[in-house]
């Protein structure tokens, strides 16, 4: 009858199974990496491992920082064929809210 026990999830067993050695490994977190957020670090933890065993969950909270005026590129790539023109003129629309939004995260704003 050990056969019927093996690989078998822990709460199918009877009281009285037969296994005298069982494994059941618990999944695990670590944090690796925490390097507290500063104006070169900009996501705490860097690094974690996770290990889950099926069906298990685990929480973790990760602290973001975005960086102070960081040069950006923004670029538009678009299909300029009559069937996106409506397309087109939102964009011409928003383009300066874009730019303005921009002004949030980078001080120099330069828009050709």
């Not at 093996?6 to 709460?11: G, K, P």
């Not at 909270?61 to 960081?70: D, K, M």
């Not at 923004?74 to 921009?102: H, Q």
Request: some cysteine.
């Amino acid at each position: 009858v050990v056969a019927d026990t093996r690989c078998r999830l822990a709460s199918s067993w009877s009281a009285d199974h037969q296994c005298k050695n069982v494994t059941n490994p618990k999944g695990y977190s670590a944090v690796l990496k925490n390097t507290s957020l500063s104006d070169n670090v900009q996501v705490s933890p860097q690094q974690f491992k996770i290990s889950l065993r099926p069906g298990e969950t685990v929480e973790f909270t990760a602290s973001v920082r975005p960086a102070a005026n960081v040069p950006i590129d923004l670029y538009y790539l678009m299909d300029l064929s009559k069937s996106m023109e409506d397309d087109l003129n939102n964009l011409k629309t928003l383009s300066k809210e874009l730019g303005l939004s921009v002004l949030f995260v980078c001080l120099s704003v330069c828009l050709f």
